[in-house]
Structure formats: structure tokens, C-alpha cells
């Protein structure tokens, strides 16, 4: 029978494996910078050119792999339309 330590450890490695702890702390790290920065002002409008900046750079991220990078950096442009 495993121990409660060898099923959390299979558990933690199944989920890197599939990528999928990695982007829950990405998730949370955005969350807590979010909560952060709450100072209930509206972010200012994206112009055209921001936008396309963002995007390209969201490109480069998951391009180079940087898929949790990518992911605070599509949550907080997430937050910001809103």
C-alpha cells in the first residue's frame, strides 16, 4: 500500500508531466499580482499599436515555449479588457 507521501508525489508528477502544475502556479501568481494591484482604477484604453505589441509578444512566449509566462501575461491582458 503507498504512503500518503508516494501518492502526492506521483500525484505532483503526473501534473507536471502534463504541464498542468505549471500553469496552475502560473494562474496563481497572476491572481495574487492581480489582487495586488487592485487600486480599482480602469486600466487606460490599448491602442492599436499596444495591442498588436501584446499579441506579438504573447507569440513569442508560447513560440519559445514559455507557456507559463504566456499564461499571466494572457490573464492580465484578460483583466484588462474587462
Known amino acids: ?22 500553469h496552475l502556479k502560473a494562474r496563481i501568481r497572476a491572481e495574487v499580482f492581480s489582487a495586488l494591484d487592485d487600486d480599482h482604477e480602469s486600466p487606460p484604453s490599448l491602442s492599436h499599436e499596444n495591442l498588436l505589441i501584446n499579441e506579438l509578444i504573447r507569440e513569442y512566449l508560447e513560440f519559445n515555449k514559455y507557456k507559463y509566462t504566456a499564461s499571466v501575461l494572457i490573464a492580465d491582458l484578460f483583466c484588462m479588457e474587462f
Open 1 to 22: 500500500m503507498a504512503t500518503v507521501a508516494e501518492l502526492k508525489a506521483v500525484l505532483k508528477d503526473t501534473l507536471e508531466k502534463k504541464g498542468v502544475l505549471g
